[in-house]
T-cell receptor
Framework: GNSVTQMEGPVTLSEEAFLTINCTYTATGYPSLFWYVQYPGEGLQLLLKATKADDKGSNKGFEATYRKETTSFHLEKGSVQVSDSAVYFCALSTNSGGSNYKLTFGKGTLLTVNP | EPEVTQTPSHQVTQMGQEVILRCVPISNHLYFYWYRQILGQKVEFLVSFYNNEISEKSEIFDDQFSVERPDGSNFTLKIRSTKLEDSAMYFC??????????????FGPGTRLTVT
């Protein structure tokens, strides 16, 4: 079956530090990969996505590259801000095995950025 | 910007009672979903709904659960007889197309269900 493994949190950084949150996956077929973010008191919002190997998704200074050879989709940001404090979820979906609909999520990583 | 809304934000119920969680998906979306997150665990898929029928469901979604789109705007999740282990945050989501080909699912803020 499909699964997503994220680095365990929480992650605490100072403002302007470099961020990496690791994500690896196992999947049947050819997955689409997503990073969702959940700010306090809000629902999950799509941060970025990639649908084929070597694609780079990017948004709000965050980037992630779809690496088929290492089955990874690590999230990076060069300089985090206090407003980036949130929970980050890596997720995938595939169009094989009769499952076209659902997202499979990682456990989430809590990021806290201090001024 | 259109958004998915959910009511109530927090529901407390006694074991064995029925609960209905409500969602209003984005109006031009065709696919609807329920997920849940037990505290400290992963967000888990429960069910997807398309063209007025269930298109996929997980093993969690047993006979105690049902979904309905009663009036073309609301999307509900009913738990017939709640158990303590149903305590979780329940998220509704909607999308224009299939996640399997890269369409974004838009999530609501969640309903926290507490079963006592």
């Amino acid at each position: 079956g499909n699964s997503v493994t994220q680095m365990e949190g929480p992650v605490t950084l100072s403002e302007e530090a470099f961020l990496t949150i690791n994500c690896t996956y196992t999947a049947t077929g050819y997955p689409s990969l997503f990073w969702y973010v959940q700010y306090p008191g809000e629902g999950l919002q799509l941060l970025l996505k990639a649908t084929k190997a070597d694609d780079k998704g990017s948004n709000k200074g965050f980037e992630a590259t779809y690496r088929k050879e290492t089955t990874s989709f690590h999230l990076e940001k060069g300089s985090v801000q206090v407003s980036d404090s949130a929970v980050y979820f890596c997720a995938l979906s595939t169009n094989s095995g009769g499952s076209n609909y659902k997202l499979t999520f990682g456990k989430g990583t809590l990021l806290t950025v201090n001024p | 910007e259109p958004e998915v809304t959910q009511t109530p934000s927090h529901q407390v119920t006694q074991m064995g009672q029925e609960v209905i969680l409500r969602c209003v998906p984005i109006s031009n979306h065709l696919y609807f979903y329920w997920y849940r997150q037990i505290l400290g665990q992963k967000v888990e898929f429960l069910v997807s709904f398309y063209n007025n029928e269930i298109s996929e469901k997980s093993e969690i979604f047993d006979d105690q659960f049902s979904v309905e789109r009663p009036d073309g705007s609301n999307f509900t999740l009913k738990i017939r007889s709640t158990k303590l282990e149903d305590s979780a945050m329940y998220f509704c989501a909607s999308s224009q197309g299939l996640a399997g080909v890269g369409y974004e699912q838009y999530f609501g803020p969640g309903t926290r269900l507490t079963v006592t």
